[in-house]
């Protein structure tokens, strides 16, 4: 059974530098592109980063361009957040989307097959 789980999160103080991570049992994730999204309280789910097979592929939403950094190692996926800021509190969320020929990152939450539940970041001095 597929299982994705994120960890690393909690309070943090702006300016904070926390990592997430997002570890998957039960799939291999050399066979997905891998995202986090968030939800800000009152706000609707949105993309963060997106990654393919490698680093080179990042892409990033613009709010969290140059602050944020993810990257993947065997099968856990990395959120590097760096100058956090109140704003950036959100329940995390990372996602799978399986890798077909021309597959590219996308946000599109329909196309992702696998979630984690998600794990909060709260961003307060």
């Known amino acids: 059974q597929a299982r994705l789980m994120e960890s690393g999160g909690g309070l943090v103080q702006p300016g904070g530098s926390p990592r997430l991570s997002c570890a998957a049992s039960g799939i291999d994730l050399n066979y997905y592109i891998m995202s986090w999204f968030r939800r800000a309280p009152g706000k609707e789910r949105e993309g963060v980063s997106c990654?393919?097979?490698?680093?080179?592929t990042a892409a990033y939403a613009d709010s969290v361009k140059g602050r944020f950094t993810t990257s993947r190692d065997k099968n856990t996926v990395y959120l590097q957040m760096n100058s956090l800021k109140p704003e950036d509190t959100a329940i995390y969320y990372c996602?799978?989307?399986?890798?077909?020929?021309?597959?590219?990152?996308?946000?599109?939450?329909?196309?992702?097959?696998?979630w984690g539940q998600g794990i909060p970041v709260t961003v307060s001095s």
């Open positions: 990654i393919g097979r490698n680093d080179a």
């Open positions: 996602a799978a989307l399986p890798i077909f020929p021309g597959s590219t990152c996308t946000w599109d939450e329909q196309e992702y097959e696998f």
